[in-house]
């Protein structure tokens, strides 16, 4: 199964099926453990992840580590991590719906290879694609969904999100975070 994701993999470093292919530095493919029962899904590399070839190294990523290490959840240990697209957008604009298709592919093979139990799904972009009906990550998060292969999906903030709301209280987007990874272990803990 492995193998398969390596060739996925190779197909991915090749790409040039959107323009995204001309300005990137390195395609980030993925980052964490393969044999993992815990999928994240974020948004998109940006400057570091593009530099590192690395998903979640910059200060979102940071942030990431935090979260999962308050659980006891690490990236080295427990979790695969990737991105809806493979390369940074310049600026770190949003993705184009043309970038989003190009890209679908490989996400979805990824998913189909790996079969994870437990689908994160961090923030609107995430949420976009793999609950398009759904109406945005604040009312999302939180919730279990049905996925992939029997998988169960939960919505939940991206770190950037939390980086730009500061407050710990009750309510607030950091304490939600902290209410949905606690969730998250719980169900990870009966796997
Ligand atoms: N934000 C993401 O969504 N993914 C990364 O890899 C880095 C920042």
Redesign the pocket.
Known sequence: MFEDLEKVKEKCLACKKCALSQSRTNV?FSGGIKNSKLMLI?????FW?DQKAE??V?R??QLLDKIFASVGLSRQKDVYIC?TIKCRPPENRNPLPEEKLACKEYLDEQIRILKPRIIMV??NIALNSMLPSERGISRARGKWFDGPYGSKMMPIF?P?YLLRNDSREKGSPKWLMWQDIQEIKREYDKL
């Open positions: 980030v974020g948004e998109a590399p940006g992840e998903p979640f910059g979102a990523g991105n961090c923030g991206h950037s």
